[in-house]
């Protein structure tokens, strides 16, 4: 089976400040990697994802995202976070050619942005 | 647009209690999960369904029910509600491609 680590468990910056979540998986076949969000009291929301092609990928808010299949990666990236960034991001994976469709989910990163 | 919603978004229950957590979709979505959300843990897959009639277990089915006889519905019960059952409730739903959209969330406690 799948796994998912995220080892930023709990990530404070200031605004303006880069941000680079660490996203790996333990599994060698085809996978669908997700980052999704989570504002405080709100459900999740898909911020982006990858099933093929360029390995990176450009989702909303100016999140982006490199698949390096070789380290088994998906790690989340933002050139300068807003204090509207203050959520929880988690990680996400599909083994494609398993079939099934369920997601593996990380343990959650839970960014703190101070103005 | 009413896309996935659930019912109710709080509850509290006592050990030993039977509890249904509702789950309901607009978009004829035929995929359909329930996940758990524990600290630390991330979101964890207790049930999924491929299509009306259709359910499998997922990674932390022990003490939960589910049913689907619609589309669009797709209720979880705990059959008899344990303290370790305390948990935010989250269903989701997919169609062809792999994202999930999920709805708002179910914080249930037992006391």
């Known amino acids: 089976a799948q796994s998912v680590s995220q080892h930023n468990h709990h990530v404070i910056l200031s605004e303006a400040a880069s941000l680079e979540l660490g996203c790996n998986y333990s599994?060698?076949?085809?996978?669908?990697l997700f980052w999704y969000v989570q504002y405080p009291g709100q459900h999740l929301q898909l911020l982006l994802k990858?099933?093929?092609?360029?390995?990176l990928v450009k989702g909303i808010k100016g999140f982006e995202a490199e698949f390096i299949k070789s380290k088994f990666s998906f790690n989340l990236r933002k050139p300068s976070v807003q204090w509207s960034d203050t959520a929880e991001y988690f990680c996400?994976?599909?083994?494609?050619?398993?079939?099934?469709?369920?997601?593996?989910f990380g343990s959650g990163t839970r960014l703190q942005v101070q103005p | 647009d009413a896309g996935i919603t659930q019912s109710p978004r709080y509850k509290i229950t006592e050990t030993g209690r039977q509890v249904t957590l509702m789950c309901h979709q607009t978009?004829?979505?035929?995929?359909m999960f329930w996940y758990r959300q524990d600290l630390g843990h991330g979101l964890r897959l207790i049930y999924y369904?491929?299509?009306?009639?259709?359910?499998d277990k997922g990674e932390v089915p022990d003490g939960y029910v589910v049913s689907r006889s619609k589309t669009e519905n797709f209720p979880l019960t705990l059959e008899s509600a344990t303290r370790s059952q305390t948990s935010v409730y989250f269903c989701?739903?997919?169609?062809?491609?792999?994202?999930?959209?999920f709805g708002p969330g179910t914080r249930l406690t037992v006391t």
């Open positions: 989701a739903s997919s169609l062809k491609t792999y994202e999930q959209y």
């Open positions: 599994y060698g076949g085809t996978v669908n």
């Open positions: 990858y099933f093929s092609g360029d390995p």
């Open positions: 996400a994976v599909n083994a494609r050619d398993t079939g099934r469709r369920a997601l593996t």
């Open positions: 978009w004829s979505h035929s995929y």
């Open positions: 369904s491929a299509a009306a009639d259709i359910t």
